[in-house]
């Protein structure tokens, strides 16, 4: 199906600042807009931005609209600008947060403008495996699902390169919204925890493992759960914030491994951003 939205235009918070966990404020670009030198295969964290998207942003003015194109968008389908000096140009759906993300090209960065009119070739809603029944499927495309390099593990479960697991215990903001909308924030605030971990070398991009994350039907604890998910955002400031995990894969207990791939991003799978 066809949907669409528009470039939209940056905002920030009344007031604009935001506040670090020790309470100090300071004022942070990074969201909405075209974003000119972040892209997928970047660094998520290290920005003088808070949650920084990669690309493009659009949105639908119209809100039952926006609910449409952000249910039925799906990570790798094309994009195509339908006004504007880049009338024509096409890209790729990279993530969804407040607004959809796009990675187009950098000249076709450079000719867009606030408000031009971004159609999606909306498919991938409702995509299942028939060989792995248990395994539940959120905002893939059949791009991206012919693109992740799935095999079936010797313990019949559906394995998935990843370049890195977080621990479900860091999650934070977006456990109370449904999995089918938007991402989950971790927790980044702990500084030396995210180095220890050596989770502060994700990139915009990457696949993500959480164990004992059950995410059916939102963002829950379940022993012996796991779930894929997508980086989609930079990090943030914010106390319970931080990149953004946008769900891919869900499975209750015995239908997900994975193993660690540094180049298990999508920057890589699609030839985009910063590995175009």
């Not at 300071?26 to 030198?37: A, D, Q, R």
């Not at 999606?120 to 059949?142: C, N, Q, W, Y």
Request: charged letters at 20%; hydrophobic letters at 40%; proline letters at 5%.
């Amino acid at each position: 199906m066809a949907v669409c939205g528009y470039v939209s235009q940056p905002a920030l918070r009344p007031g604009g600042y935001l506040h670090h966990p020790d309470g100090r404020g300071v004022m942070l670009p990074g969201m909405y807009g075209v974003i000119y030198n972040a892209r997928v295969g970047d660094r998520a964290f290290g920005w003088a931005g808070d949650h920084v998207e990669p690309g493009v942003s659009i949105a639908h003015p119209d809100e039952k609209s926006d609910f449409a194109l952000h249910y039925l968008t799906c990570i790798g389908n094309e994009a195509m600008v339908t006004s504007g000096l880049a009338k024509g140009a096409r890209g790729v759906v990279t993530g969804e947060h407040a607004r959809l993300l796009v990675d187009f090209p950098d000249e076709v960065n450079e000719k867009l403008n606030i408000g031009d009119q971004i159609q999606i070739m909306a498919k991938g809603r409702g995509i299942a495996l028939a060989d792995f029944p248990h395994v539940e499927f959120k905002k893939t495309s059949p791009r991206l699902l012919q693109a992740l390099r799935l095999t079936r593990g010797e313990d019949g479960t559906l394995h998935v390169p990843v370049a890195m697991e977080l621990p479900i215990d860091i999650m934070g903001s977006g456990a109370e919204l449904n999995s089918e909308y938007v991402d989950q924030d971790l927790m980044s605030g702990d500084r030396q925890l995210m180095a220890d971990l050596g989770i502060d070398r994700m990139r915009l991009g990457d696949l993500i493992a959480i164990r004992h994350a059950d995410h059916h039907f939102g963002r829950s604890y379940r022993e012996g759960a796991v779930s894929i998910a997508l980086c989609i955002h930079g990090d943030s400031v914010m106390t319970g914030h931080g990149p953004g995990i946008l769900t891919l894969m869900t499975a209750a207990i015995g239908g997900i491994s994975f193993h660690i791939d540094p180049t298990a991003n999508i920057a890589d799978y699609f030839s985009i951003g910063a590995r175009a």
